[in-house]
């Protein structure tokens, strides 16, 4: 079975890695043309182009799947399904008709749920309890297509964004390898999405990293997490910019939003809307990540300070 893989970013270089660690064969990677990134704007390869040329697969960069030259590369690689995850194209229909088992996606949400660029993030920042992965043979909708398989998976208090990738590219390994055989075979029939139900998971604006401490802790909490560590939710000290990575609501504690209400040896505690944040760690602009206690060393942070 020649199976094609699709992928670009984060989540799906982190389904690859488990997918070959698990011994899945991949005939070739297709991924998005290098872009500029950077300040000196040199080309960048996607996550998924890095690893999987270190692993020795063959790379295939075509131009968007609506040019002929994506159908070229297909030609030559002669696959039987295209296994496709968070790759940052809708295929067309020429495309999707190309394998002969057809294009499955390996999307990381409970579909149709959070469906979109960023369901991940967007079921942090909602404050879900729970997520999971979703095998969808896809059609020509924004994940719309039919359900092959689906597996639900506990959000923890302590996930943020780069953990809970972990555990869902984890998770999408296994589904593939458990339940992707069986619709090959004909055996599994996939199932309609119930489009009452459907969601849909923007992609994170630049304006939603920005701290606004008149809201409530818990909504800043999930706000941190959701953007950790990438690109990393922010507040302003004097004029500076401050990323917040990881930090917890304290119930117990209230301040003005924004004041600094506790700053003694590691406990830096920031009051809200409602309630208080315990902030742990940090990164100052142009800095390094860094402890609640380096940091307010650093910067000489006491009671009273304001984050704005």
Not at 150 to 157: D, F, L, P, R
Not at 273 to 295: D, H, I, N, T, W
Request: include cysteine; charge should be negative; glycine fraction near 12%.
């Amino acid at each position: 079975m020649a199976t094609v893989f699709l992928g670009s970013g984060e989540f799906s270089r982190d389904l690859l890695t488990e997918l070959l660690r698990s011994g899945y064969g991949i005939t070739s990677v297709i991924t998005p043309q290098d872009r500029p990134a950077g300040r000196g704007l040199k080309l960048r390869p996607t996550a998924v182009k890095a690893l999987a040329e270190a692993e020795g697969l063959e790379v295939l960069q075509p131009s968007g799947p609506a040019d002929s030259s994506f159908l070229d590369a297909l030609r030559g690689t002669r696959p039987d399904v295209l296994l496709v995850a968070d790759y940052g194209y809708v295929l067309p229909g020429t495309v999707l008709g190309f394998p002969s088992r057809g294009c499955v996606n390996v999307h990381p949400s409970l579909l149709p749920r959070y469906r979109g660029a960023a369901p991940i993030q967007r079921a942090l920042m909602e404050g879900e309890s729970e997520t999971g992965v979703t095998l969808m043979l896809m059609d020509e909708g924004l994940d719309t297509g039919p359900v092959i398989a689906s597996e639900k998976v506990a959000i923890e208090e302590e996930d943020d964004a780069l953990t809970l990738r972990g555990k869902l590219a984890l998770l999408g390994a296994r589904l593939v390898l458990e339940e992707l055989p069986g619709f090959l075979s004909g055996k599994t029939v996939p199932r309609p999405q119930e489009e009452g139900h459907a969601t849909y998971a923007d992609p994170i604006r630049k304006e939603e990293a920005a701290i606004d401490w008149t809201r409530d802790a818990m909504t800043i909490f999930n706000q941190v997490r959701a953007l950790s560590p990438r690109p990393g939710a922010h507040t302003w000290l004097e004029g500076k910019r401050v990323k917040i990575l990881r930090a917890r609501p304290r119930q117990d504690v209230a301040a003005a939003p924004g004041k600094v209400a506790a700053a003694a040896g590691d406990a830096l505690v920031v009051g809200a809307g409602e309630q208080a944040l315990q902030v742990y760690e940090l990164q100052p602009e142009g800095r390094k990540v860094m402890g609640a206690g380096e940091f307010m060393r650093g910067y000489r942070i006491s009671e009273g300070d304001l984050f704005a």
